[in-house]
Antibody, heavy 122, light 108 residues
């Protein structure tokens, strides 16, 4: 069965950096586009970034562009999110999600991990 | 960016009720809309994709309809496990992918 397990969250000071990981199993990771989505405490869902199955295309929300970098290692079945210059408003649960269909993708989030909490606070 | 507005933001209903949640897009998005269910402390779960296609394993009491700017999610007969928050999401115009603000469905 599909499994997505996020890790790397924690408490970081404003201006600091953090790298999140998402370990995938139960499907052919190298065939699917992957997303990061976040949810601030008590708030709604905010899409953060997408990476194509082969890593050739990456898209970002304006709120994180230039500060966050999405990447993947298909040999390790792992998705990453490098977060730099963190701000208090980046505090959220970060979910990785698998695209619904393989190939170029549907931009529908077919399966989600359980999330990892990032807290930006001094 | 395309904005999605859900209504109502919250509603109370009873087991067995028929419930409809609306999602309106700020511009036409064809049928590029999905619906998700999220229970407290849990990850969202895909219910409906392409506006009206039921995701595998999702009970048939859930249905979606609409195209262009107006969409609905209908639960034909509420079950206790359906009390949750529901989100719509568009993927017609990206980036960014955008979500509605959510509809919280509570027990009356």
């Amino acid at each position: 069965q599909v499994q997505l397990v996020e890790s790397g969250g924690g408490v970081v000071q404003p201006g600091g950096s953090l790298r999140l990981s998402c370990a995938a199993s139960g499907f052919t990771f190298s065939s699917y586009g992957m997303h990061w989505v976040r949810q601030a405490p008590g708030k709604g869902l905010e899409w953060v970034a997408f990476i194509r199955y082969d890593g050739s295309n990456k898209y970002y929300a304006d709120s994180v562009k230039g500060r966050f970098t999405i990447s993947r290692d298909n040999s390790k079945n792992t998705l990453y999110l490098q977060m730099n210059s963190l701000r208090a408003e980046d505090t959220a649960v970060y979910y990785c999600a698998k695209d619904l269909i393989d190939g170029s993708g549907s931009y529908t989030l077919g399966y989600w991990g359980q999330g990892t909490l990032v807290t930006v606070s001094s | 960016a395309i904005q999605l507005t859900q209504s109502p933001s919250s509603l109370s209903a009873s087991v067995g009720d028929r419930v409809t949640i609306t999602c309106r897009a700020s511009q036409g998005i064809s049928s590029a809309l999905a619906w998700y269910q999220q229970k407290p402390g849990k990850a969202p779960k895909l219910l409906i994709y392409d506006a009206s296609s039921l995701e595998s394993g999702v009970p048939s009491r859930f249905s979606g309809s609409g195209s262009g700017t107006d969409f609905t999610l209908t639960i034909s007969s509420l079950q206790p496990e359906d009390f949750a928050t529901y989100y719509c999401q568009q993927f017609n115009s990206y980036p960014p992918i955008t979500f509605g603000q959510g509809t919280r469905l509570e027990i009356k």
